[in-house]
């Protein structure tokens, strides 16, 4: 594809509901990270993944929240039991390699709303 | 830890005019410093970076290390300037790593005719 693309675009979930949020980085590229953004707020690092490697995941909120990519291409964030603080935008970012300033692309987000 | 604060929720200029979108951080050592911008119904993407010293779309940002800060300037705001930006930093723990951007919370530019 021509870039990021994650799916779905919106969901609406019920509170306590589990949730999985797509996302399908450029090919080849070896970083993916996940990012949180609430209404009013930047873009707030949760996850990120070098290939299939986890290597940091120091800005999940909660246990409730949970990220892999298995292949190192396509990653999954899982949500469970989700809370209305949960509700926001969710988006993945790529890049090609783990190397000094190379751009991170991002995706068109998943906007998360938990009633 | 590292912070990134973007004084300006909104900005509002008229086409023509020069416009400064302010960006300072909180960082103890040396870092990458980014400006992204989102325009309406379209993708975060960079606009430019402090290690590329470079002019895009006729914005330019100087890193200045006394006071921490990274502000964007353009002389003549367009209108098709209008739009989200975002100042990052990204501070890894080991040099050669693309990590962990730390984004403000934005600044929405409107360029009015």
């Known amino acids: 594809g021509a870039g990021v693309s994650q799916s779905p675009r919106y969901k609406v979930a019920k509170r306590g509901q589990d949730v999985a949020l797509r996302c399908d980085p450029i090919?080849?590229?070896?970083?993916l990270f996940w990012y949180q953004q609430a209404l009013g707020q930047g873009p707030e690092f949760l996850t990120y993944f070098q290939n299939e490697a986890q290597l940091d995941k120091s800005g999940l909120p909660s246990d409730r929240f949970f990220a892999e990519r298995p292949e190192g291409s396509v990653s999954t964030l899982k949500i469970q039991r989700t809370q209305q603080e949960d509700s926001a935008v969710y988006l993945c970012a790529s890049s090609l390699a783990a190397g000094l300033n190379t751009e991170a692309f991002f995706g068109q987000g998943t906007r998360l709303t938990v009633v | 830890a590292q912070r990134v604060t973007q004084p300006e929720k909104l900005l509002s200029v008229f086409k023509g005019a020069p416009v400064e979108l302010k960006c300072n951080y909180s960082?103890?050592?040396?870092?990458?410093l980014f400006w992204y911008v989102q325009y309406s119904r379209q993708r975060l993407q960079l606009l430019l970076r402090h290690i590329s010293r470079e002019s895009i779309k006729g914005f330019t940002a100087d890193l200045n290390k006394g006071e921490t800060s990274f502000h964007l300037k353009k002389p003549f705001a367009q209108e098709e300037d209008s739009a989200m930006y975002y100042c990052a930093l990204n501070a890894p723990p080991n040099r050669g790593s693309n990590y962990k951007l730390t984004f403000g919370k934005g600044t929405l530019l409107t360029v009015n005719p």
């Open positions: 960082y103890s050592g040396s870092p990458e």
């Open positions: 090919s080849g590229h070896v970083s």
